[in-house]
């Protein structure tokens, strides 16, 4: 059987990813992980998507084994393609939170067991499920459903607007100049579907939108560029204001860690449209789907 990796989104057809998030709802029935592990590879700090996941295995019958990337040093002890291959000889599966999206391609190039992107400075896949999946439960289905995204056209964001395209929904993001999404992320969209509209008016994404969608404004290993980036994102700050122009019934969404009086009220992050913490729980039965997926197909 071919291995499937998952460094993106669009790595499962429209249908894959429906499939994926029904096997989110269920309880795996049989445990496909019963006696082996999976590797939870992890340069950058987490705490959901690492708990998320741990537990996730367990639910499948597995072991997780978390390892910070200095621990192992990462292409300074051994490169990562020597690590994927050793630790494809004990697990089922290799996940891994890099800051350069080609060690995780190098990983996947190397490994014999299915590598899952958990987090890399392009894309978040495993997060866009869990979203994906906690407004199909609110909303029942997603097609013809409005998305509006505030901010930094970042990881969370590229994940989120490919699967929202795949899922039959639209997309808006307005986004300061200079930190929107690149005409190879734009083209990608459409090649599955979709649409990502641009702006740099936040009010004109989300306006009418279902749901709105938002993230810090400096991620991890952008640090230096923090202070240029609260001039930059002046005005991006999802407040009440702003989801008054949304749709009557809107959501909001915010994968967390958030920044309260940032990028995003404490009215909005803690008021009563926002979905984000069963946003957060749903990265476990999402990540949990996908790996009975990846696995074994989701067999019973
Ligand atoms: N949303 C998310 O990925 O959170 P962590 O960085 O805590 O894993
Ligand atoms: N865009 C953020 C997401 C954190 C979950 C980052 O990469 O730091």
């Given at each position: 059987?071919?291995?499937?990796?998952?460094?993106?989104?669009?790595?499962?057809?429209?249908?894959?990813?429906?499939?994926?998030?029904?096997?989110?709802?269920?309880?795996?029935?049989?445990?496909?992980?019963?006696?082996?592990?999976?590797?939870?590879?992890?340069?950058?700090?987490?705490?959901r998507?690492?708990?998320?996941?741990?537990?996730?295995?367990?639910?499948?019958?597995?072991?997780?084994?978390?390892?910070?990337?200095?621990?192992?040093?990462?292409?300074?002890?051994?490169?990562?393609?020597?690590?994927?291959?050793?630790?494809?000889?004990?697990?089922?599966?290799?996940?891994?939170?890099?800051?350069?999206?080609?060690?995780?391609?190098?990983?996947?190039?190397?490994?014999?067991?299915?590598?899952?992107?958990?987090?890399?400075?392009?894309?978040h896949?495993?997060q866009?499920?869990a979203d994906?999946?906690?407004?199909?439960?609110?909303?029942?289905?997603?097609?013809?459903?409005?998305?509006?995204?505030?901010?930094?056209?970042?990881?969370v964001?590229?994940?989120l607007?490919?699967?929202?395209?795949?899922?039959?929904?639209?997309?808006?993001?307005?986004?300061?100049?200079?930190?929107?999404?690149?005409?190879?992320?734009?083209?990608?969209?459409?090649?599955?579907?979709?649409?990502?509209?641009?702006?740099?008016?936040?009010?004109?994404?989300?306006?009418?939108?279902?749901?709105?969608s938002?993230d810090?404004?400096?991620?991890?290993?952008?640090?230096?560029?923090?202070?240029?980036?609260?001039?930059?994102?002046?005005?991006?700050?999802?407040?009440?204001?702003?989801?008054?122009?949304?749709?009557?019934?809107?959501?909001?969404l915010h994968c967390l860690p958030a920044?309260?009086?940032?990028?995003?009220?404490?009215?909005?992050?803690?008021?009563?449209?926002?979905?984000v913490?069963?946003q957060a729980?749903?990265?476990?039965?999402?990540?949990?789907?996908?790996?009975?997926?990846?696995?074994?197909?989701?067999?019973?």
């Amino acid at each position: 059987m071919t291995v499937r990796h998952l460094l993106e989104v669009d790595d499962l057809s429209p249908d894959e990813l429906t499939r994926v998030l029904d096997l989110a709802e269920v309880d795996p029935p049989a445990r496909p992980l019963e006696g082996r592990g999976v590797a939870l590879l992890l340069e950058k700090p987490s705490a959901r998507t690492r708990n998320a996941t741990e537990m996730a295995v367990v639910q499948l019958g597995g072991h997780p084994v978390s390892m910070r990337g200095e621990e192992v040093g990462v292409d300074g002890r051994e490169s990562a393609e020597d690590l994927a291959r050793t630790l494809s000889g004990y697990h089922g599966a290799i996940g891994a939170r890099v800051f350069d999206h080609h060690t995780l391609e190098r990983m996947a190039g190397a490994a014999r067991v299915p590598v899952v992107n958990l987090l890399s400075d392009v894309g978040h896949p495993t997060q866009a499920l869990a979203d994906l999946l906690t407004l199909r439960q609110h909303f029942g289905s997603l097609t013809g459903r409005q998305l509006a995204w505030v901010g930094d056209a970042n990881n969370v964001f590229t994940s989120l607007s490919l699967a929202a395209a795949m899922a039959g929904m639209g997309v808006r993001a307005a986004c300061p100049e200079g930190f929107g999404p690149d005409d190879a992320h734009l083209a990608r969209v459409r090649a599955r579907g979709g649409e990502v509209a641009v702006t740099t008016s936040p009010a004109e994404a989300v306006a009418g939108a279902h749901v709105v969608s938002t993230d810090v404004w400096t991620s991890m290993g952008q640090e230096h560029e923090a202070e240029a980036r609260r001039r930059a994102f002046t005005g991006f700050r999802v407040d009440a204001a702003l989801m008054a122009a949304a749709h009557a019934d809107a959501v909001f969404l915010h994968c967390l860690p958030a920044h309260r009086g940032e990028e995003v009220a404490t009215g909005v992050v803690d008021g009563p449209q926002s979905l984000v913490w069963p946003q957060a729980t749903n990265r476990m039965h999402a990540v949990r789907g996908l790996l009975w997926f990846l696995l074994d197909g989701g067999r019973p």
